[in-house]
């Protein structure tokens, strides 16, 4: 839940070529019955706040291509034409349940997000090339006071993917679920006891800027922390805040070779890097190269992007993601074959992806999205059934 669902984060546009990847691996749980046209999702609020929940079902049905939303019985809705500048969009808010209580919506097929806010309702608007989504690094965005959360979702004919996202920014906490066909329950993205404030102190106390990822309200409420791409883009971190480790990866693999062999089920196609002329080249079993990649910046790295973009395709774009995660986690010193999926050796570098170091050290299972492509050695918070009878999103304390 990657523009890119599933792998979230980036816009819903996005979502769905990503999404497309991750269906692709495969839907081993498929049962013989045919998804229906929606699945029930148990909204339930254990979050111990007071506040008036609002709940949103956006993204492209999948069976027309169209932008839009679904209400509470998930029919769907498409956008109106938007505007330039943007005009207000729809009012698509479901009321959500209170404190201590259970709501069940229907979910359609989708590429899409379940938004969630306390106290306001979302300010969503459209533009001519279809919806806004709120951007809280931007401090002028209608969004930016407001607690909210969302998680990204595909539900097709092989099945339900539905995660919890942190790629953008940490805040309001909650869980994802599905029910199997046989009765048992699969879920994720719950905090450990005290994991939400301890995200926060975590970025606090961590040197070189981190603790400005932190945004509050002018009550003094802390309502999230952007993610470090965000943290670039905006001036909280500083632009070479990975330079460091990015010039020793660059270094080693001058005299060595950085093995990637990045499909399970194929461990027979491996590439290999080497770095010459500042390039790090790739080359296949031949010895021909098939994808170079110049020195990545910070931006590249949290945002798995720019000089390390992975187009849906079958070579650069699998060696790409192998790179983000290695870079991410700080694995490409310690281990020249790739991907890591020891997890003992994660974020141990003093120059590495501070912000999912902390989420991940947080969760109850130690699963999240951090960063797009932490689906890499399967670290995603993710549930998936090929026959879901229901789905569920817990809200949890922020605490």
């Not at 019955?33 to 506040?51: E, Q, Y």
């Not at 090339?129 to 709120?134: S, T």
Request: proline letters at 7%; charged letters at 15%; aromatic letters at 10%.
């Amino acid at each position: 839940m990657p523009h890119r669902l599933t792998r979230p984060a980036l816009p819903l546009a996005t979502a769905a070529a990503l999404v497309g990847g991750l269906l692709a691996l495969g839907t081993t749980d498929r049962a013989d019955a045919a998804v229906p046209d929606t699945v029930p999702l148990k909204i339930t609020n254990n979050s111990g706040r007071s506040d008036q929940v609002y709940v949103y079902d956006l993204g492209t049905q999948l069976s027309s291509g169209r932008q839009g939303w679904a209400d509470a019985n998930g029919t769907f809705h498409a956008w109106p034409a938007g505007g330039n500048p943007p005009t207000p969009a729809p009012d698509a808010a479901i009321p959500g349940p209170a404190a201590g209580q259970s709501r069940t919506i229907r979910i359609p097929k989708f590429s899409g997000r379940i938004y969630f806010s306390y106290g306001r309702k979302l300010d969503f608007r459209l533009t001519t090339g279809g919806l806004v989504q709120p951007a809280v690094q931007n401090p002028s965005d209608p969004n930016r006071d407001i607690l909210f959360n969302w998680s990204e979702y595909t539900l097709n004919d092989a099945g339900l993917w539905l995660n919890s996202t942190q790629v953008d920014m940490f805040s309001a906490p909650y869980a994802v679920g599905v029910q199997r066909a046989d009765g048992s329950t699969a879920g994720t993205g719950h905090l450990k006891s005290g994991g939400y404030t301890g995200v926060f102190n975590a970025l606090r106390g961590q040197s070189g800027g981190w603790g400005k990822l932190i945004q509050t309200r002018s009550d003094g409420t802390v309502l999230r922390a952007l993610s470090p791409l965000y943290g670039v883009e905006t001036g909280a971190l500083p632009a070479n805040v990975m330079d460091d480790y990015v010039n020793r990866v660059w270094q080693k693999y001058t005299t060595s070779t950085l093995t990637v062999t990045p499909f399970t089920d194929q461990p027979n196609t491996q590439y290999y890097g080497r770095v010459s002329g500042n390039v790090m080249n790739f080359t296949n079993s031949s010895g021909a190269v098939v994808t170079s990649f110049q020195k990545p910046d910070a931006d590249s790295v949290f945002g798995c992007h720019k000089l390390l973009d992975a187009p849906n395709d079958a070579v650069r774009g699998p060696i790409s993601r192998t790179l983000c995660a290695g870079f991410n986690r700080s694995t490409l010193l310690v281990e020249p074959h790739q991907p890591d999926t020891t997890t003992a050796n994660f974020y141990k570098d003093a120059v590495t992806n501070q912000y999912a170091r902390a989420v991940h050290a947080q969760m109850a299972d130690g699963k999240a999205y951090a960063f797009a492509f932490d689906d890499v050695g399967n670290q995603e918070s993710l549930v998936h059934d090929g026959n879901p009878q229901q789905a569920y999103l817990t809200l949890d304390p922020l605490s």
